[in-house]
């Protein structure tokens, strides 16, 4: 089985815990600039984490990824889930990652992006549209890398960036590439 079947077979049940939502934090706080710290997926306080974000990812409307930066925790996990999303192609269901990093980048196109933690505002931002990504899934020692493209590929980069401290207004190519959101989620 490749790891990217790993990753897709996985579900937030493989956890063992029920997620908690929590309330996610707004710009300009401090733990969004800042670089997360690396965990170990095996512990318990990271496995309720990754529980958590997904909890608060599903309740959240409109919203596809969430580091744990957006909630206040300087750790390095985030979830996403771009299944049903329309600019979605390859998709791996929901799925938590811990320590990630993007391996591979390439075909770069600008698109709109948003975030929970800059709900106001939206912007254009180019990013790579095939991405191969190395992680670990929360509760296993185990690395996995999710090869995806399109939206999927986008929504990682946008939440592996969050957990290097940076936002989606970091990344665009000025003041001319931000809008106000037009609809509120």
């Given at each position: 089985?490749s790891?990217?079947?790993?990753?897709?077979?996985?579900?937030?049940?493989?956890?063992?815990?029920?997620?908690?939502?929590?309330?996610?934090?707004?710009?300009?706080?401090?733990?969004?600039?800042?670089?997360?710290?690396?965990?170990?997926?095996?512990d318990?306080?990271?496995?309720?984490?990754?529980?958590?974000?997904?909890?608060?990812?599903r309740?959240?409307?409109?919203?596809?990824?969430?580091?744990?930066?957006?909630?206040g925790?300087?750790?390095?996990?985030?979830?996403?889930?771009?299944?049903?999303?329309?600019k979605?192609?390859?998709?791996?269901?929901?799925?938590?990652?811990?320590?990630?990093?993007?391996?591979?980048?390439?075909?770069?196109?600008?698109?709109?992006?948003?975030?929970?933690?800059?709900?106001?505002?939206?912007?254009?931002?180019?990013?790579?549209?095939?991405?191969?990504?190395?992680?670990?899934?929360?509760?296993?020692a185990?690395?996995?890398?999710?090869?995806?493209?399109?939206?999927?590929a986008?929504?990682?980069?946008?939440?592996?960036?969050?957990c290097e401290?940076?936002?989606?207004l970091?990344r665009?190519?000025?003041?001319?590439?931000i809008?106000?959101?037009?609809?509120?989620?």
């Open positions: 089985m790891t990217s079947d790993v990753v897709r077979d996985w579900s937030e049940a493989d956890l063992g815990v029920d997620g908690r939502v929590l309330e996610v934090v707004r710009a300009p706080a401090g733990v969004l600039s800042a670089a997360s710290v690396k965990v170990d997926p095996m318990s306080a990271v496995v309720q984490l990754a529980a958590d974000l997904v909890a608060t990812m309740v959240s409307p409109g919203c596809v990824g969430l580091a744990a930066s957006q909630v925790i300087g750790l390095h996990v985030f979830c996403v889930d771009v299944v049903g999303h329309p979605a192609r390859t998709t791996h269901g929901t799925f938590a990652l811990c320590n990630a990093r993007v391996v591979e980048a390439s075909r770069k196109e600008k698109g709109r992006e948003g975030c929970m933690s800059v709900p106001d505002l939206t912007g254009d931002v180019k990013r790579a549209t095939r991405l191969t990504v190395v992680g670990q899934l929360p509760g296993s185990e690395e996995v890398t999710v090869e995806t493209d399109a939206f999927e986008r929504a990682l980069q946008h939440e592996v960036d969050h401290g940076f936002l989606f970091d665009v190519a000025g003041a001319h590439a809008f106000p959101r037009k609809t509120y989620l």
